[in-house]
């Protein structure tokens, strides 16, 4: 259950409001090149406008360090937003300043304030107090629809919600909902696929998922830590050093839950066109390198996955940059998406995984954010999240 207020608990006619989207999304010259993040933001802006209110919208937009950086610009993409909804769109380029306190005191009921990066302030990053005063000076109501940075305390989505009625938007609703609630009582079978190319990254997730899930589908890199931590020789596979004592542990207190490839495809060099042949787990000859399942292995997760209720993703199964070891990903991909469980991806490459076999359509929810929603399989607390008034 969702336990804080969202925009339909509050009034918001002719309220002047100050939305965290996030628009962090992929420029290529110029131009928007996936618009996910962007769409997943319209039912909230909507909402607003339905009901009569002045929509002030802002947004970080890549790494530009805390200063002005024409690449990193949100005016291409307030212009690709212009076209997906029915409401006058205005840019103003900067978040804070006269100007921009001139621009939300003229905006209308009915119309669209997009404001410059926040990151271009290093106040923004350093949650500082003044910027948060300042922000939240420009509206009656703060609401965070950003989850990709509700893992943050930054200006824009903790510091503002001090000084101003702060509630959730419905994208940030929803992503609580499905990670939270699922994973906090999920209908059994329930197994956790875990792939990418580091242990560090999962180890939280595998404790706080330990006692709940039936099974650990492990692929990707992470997979070869693991099997270096049984004493395989791993070739020239990514394997993290730092992590393999971590490993051993992991393998010791979750015992038959967590599943390890039992085939993979190894290549002679990283990269498109190298050798590869596909070999049962041993030991990886000198100078060749693990990079993806091999078909035995995914005929057995297979299995599994068609069997469970819930299924929680995060992070790809080999290589998959690469066509030659796509094959793991890409088969992963379309077995989860064509079983009859509840489906969560959480962002980043399994997502893009998906979109790229369209079968994003297939999955019961899709995250928006990959860290944030890493941080929720943890069971870590959100800091943009807490800092929204409760219901």
Not at 101 to 129: C, M, S, V, W, Y
Not at 257 to 285: R, Y
Request: hydrophobic letters at 45%; one cysteine or more.
């Amino acid at each position: 259950m969702f336990q804080k207020k969202t925009i339909k608990d509050i009034d918001l006619n002719e309220k002047k409001v100050f939305v965290r989207v996030d628009f962090n999304v992929p420029l290529k010259n110029g131009k928007v090149v996936d618009d996910t993040r962007i769409k997943a933001a319209i039912p909230t802006i909507q909402y607003l406008l339905n009901c009569n209110a002045a929509v002030i919208l802002a947004s970080h937009l890549g790494r530009p360090g805390g200063e002005p950086k024409e690449e990193f610009s949100l005016k291409p993409v307030a212009d690709y937003f212009e076209h997906l909804i029915d409401a006058r769109v205005l840019f103003v380029n900067d978040c804070m300043g006269a100007m921009v306190e001139e621009a939300a005191k003229n905006l209308q009921n009915g119309e669209i304030l997009i404001l410059e990066n926040t990151r271009f302030h290093p106040e923004e990053e350093a949650n500082d107090p003044l910027m948060g005063a300042k922000l939240a000076s420009l509206a009656d109501v703060f609401v965070n629809d950003a989850f990709g940075t509700a893992h943050r305390a930054h200006a824009s989505n903790v510091g503002i919600a001090k000084h101003i009625p702060a509630v959730s938007g419905l994208l940030l609703e929803r992503e609580i909902n499905y990670l939270g609630n699922t994973i906090s009582d999920p209908e059994k079978p329930f197994i956790a696929i875990l792939g990418g190319a580091k242990v560090s990254g999962k180890i939280n997730v595998i404790d706080n998922l330990a006692g709940k899930v039936d099974y650990f589908l492990i692929g990707g890199g992470m997979a070869n830590t693991f099997f270096a931590a049984q004493g395989y020789k791993m070739g020239d596979s990514l394997v993290e050093e730092e992590s393999l004592g971590i490993a051993k542990e992991i393998l010791k207190g979750t015992g038959k839950k967590l599943l390890l490839p039992i085939d993979v495809v190894i290549s002679d060099e990283f990269s498109a066109s190298a050798n590869n042949k596909t070999i049962p787990i041993g030991d990886i000859p000198e100078s060749w390198s693990i990079m993806d399942l091999g078909p035995l292995s995914l005929n057995k997760f297979g299995k599994i996955i068609r069997d469970s209720k819930t299924i929680v993703w995060n992070g790809p199964m080999g290589v998959f940059e690469f066509p030659a070891f796509a094959k793991g990903t890409f088969s992963m991909a379309k077995i989860v998406a064509e079983s009859n469980a509840v489906t969560i991806v959480g962002g980043g490459d399994s997502a893009a995984a998906l979109k790229e076999s369209g079968l994003s359509d297939k999955i019961t929810h899709i995250s928006t954010g990959g860290g944030a929603s890493l941080k929720m399989l943890e069971g870590s607390l959100l800091p943009g999240l807490e800092a929204l008034n409760d219901k």
